[in-house]
């Protein structure tokens, strides 16, 4: 999967994206497991925090998938 961002372009802790990809491994959401296919699903980003500061990253919305 490709995507450009633009440099300034910083997601912030709350922000929301779809994805949308196939799938080579499998991927559990919602209960269901799916394998080998186009599948559409939303990500949040969330902040972690630790003795260094603050690590962000993008974690899979565990309701049901899009698609």
């Known amino acids: ?3 450009k961002q633009q440099k300034g ?3 912030r ?3 929301t994206r779809i994805l949308t990809g196939f799938l080579f491994i499998p ?3 919602g209960g269901e497991w799916r ?3 186009v599948a559409t699903w939303k ?3 969330t902040l972690y925090w630790n003795e ?3 690590i962000g990253y993008w974690e899979d919305v565990e ?3 899009l698609n």
């Open 43 to 45: 990500q949040v980003y």
């Open 35 to 37: 394998w080998l296919e």
């Open 1 to 3: 999967m490709r995507w």
């Open 9 to 11: 372009d910083d997601p």
């Open 27 to 29: 991927k559990l959401i």
């Open 63 to 65: 309701e049901n998938w």
């Open 52 to 54: 260094d500061g603050a």
């Open 13 to 15: 802790c709350g922000d």
